[in-house]
């Protein structure tokens, strides 16, 4: 018999303490913006038009990463920026997830015709091109938080309904699920207090992912337009305003993207992470 | 009904297919060690997971009849049918692997069934776990209990499954090759543990196993079964004087008995297992499958 303890508590990885650091820190900024912000992100002052960052010669004090071509503070709109990435993130990621592993639970672990249905049903859901219908969707709903929320989950649902099925189903053929029926549960209780523990581990990973792709998509939304009203600071509507003057400006087009990217690999790096700290199942 | 478990005519075909047991009859008898043996594919699994109520989905019972205690299995609701399994039998399973919930701790694992159904207290349960890891020969079950099933070795979670199984007194155990899936350096002390439970707990025990061997040294009674059908039950005395059936014949004459190491091995000759074929076919004729 090995040592219990040594094998668990296996140490915190450096990706989980830079990738929740990372997200932390945004979680902060967005709740934060009003009184974190130097400057309102909406204010524009044609006169500091393109100013650079605060290392660079001719910067304007108070504007830390420098102003786009109508004045607007970088930094402000990047922390405002952090409330809709994360909003969306939230919300369409839990929507997604809920609506996709419960689908994919009840697939796995029922089998029979449960599962012939929802199987079916997403195929010929994922047989659509998915973005298509995204952008179909939003031309009719409008542009708008709640139209780029469903288009996501529209989109993704399916991801999540795969992968939990499988492992639902190869987890419910042990006989550990066997022994919880033959002493008396139910197969409903059996599916939530045996199955649904040793899937959690894969459902936060994808979660966590899906909330990096969350951003993503809300980004390019924004960067073609199709977010909310430009008037509220997007990462993706900085980087397209920036990629117009990135040869006057290249900071109103890199820090957002910077931030952009970090996120987006700060979420798939946590979801890594968590589910090889905690599967018990992986070992 | 002379069993304590008595399963009569028990058929089960795949879902809009053939038949994977063919009116299988069988009596263990109370606190008895009954016998099933057959080669790999006979179906014993299947009749154990058809006693336990635990059949894949892709099978279904067709015909038959399941008395456990007294009751027929078959004509309770699904509720009271759980009820009463969980009430009076408990399975060892054949792969300590995957029988144990890798995520869970041990110790609610064991205690599970006697909080759930007994209503006992979360102490009286535990105190009775720790005495169960005791008589299973598990040194320091405090820590056992609180460990996750992947910290500990094969034998170690048989034994586990072992104690778990015993730990509400059922009446009845099943135990499916309890010790197929083990180093064979620790298949024995398993064997001679499960039958050390068995004797002291007065339980009544369906072993389940492909080696005749094994059967020889811990069953009263045993059933043959070929193809879903059993060809012979019988009292382990006379089965080995004197089995009846060609493929017991077969089968024992190709079975190492630990009484007579010298004995030469014989592996069971074509002719019997086309005359034991045509027989279950002919069976099937007859119950108009
Ligand atoms: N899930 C399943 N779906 C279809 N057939 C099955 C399933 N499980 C077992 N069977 C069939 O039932 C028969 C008996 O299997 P089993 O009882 O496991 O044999 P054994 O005697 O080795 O325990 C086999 O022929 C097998 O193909
Ligand atoms: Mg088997």
Redesign the pocket.
Known sequence: MRDARGDVRRPIGLRLWLSGGWLALLTVAALCAPWLAPKDPLMQDLFLGRMPPFWMEGAEPGYLLGTDSLGRDVLSRILYGARLALIVALVAGTLTCVIGATLGLMAGYYRGWTDRVISRFVDIWMAFPPVLFAILLIAVLGPGLVSIIIAIVIIDWTRFARVIRAEAMSQGAMDYVASAQVAGRTRFGTMLTEILPNVLPTIIALLTLEMGIAVIVEAILSFVNLSISTDSPTWGGMIAEGRTSVHQAWWVLVFPLITLFLTVLSFSQLGEGLKDRFDPVLR | MSGFLSIRNLTVH?RGGGP?LRAVTMDVAPGQVHGLV?E????????GKAVLGTL?R??EITGGEIWLDGVDLLALAPAARRKQIGATAALIPQDPLTALNPGKRIGPQITRRLVDILGWRKSDAEARARDLLDEVHIPDPVRVMRSYPHELSGGMRQRILIASAFAAEPRLIIADEPTTALDVTVQKQILRLISDMQTRHGTALLF?T?DLGVVSKVCDTLSV?YA?KVVENARMRRFFMRPIHPYSAALLAATPIYTDPDRGLTPVPQTVIDAVEREVEHHDVRAGA
């Open positions: 795949l994977i057959g790999s594919g006979a179906g014993k699994s299947m009749i894949p892709a099978l389940v492909h079964l879903g």
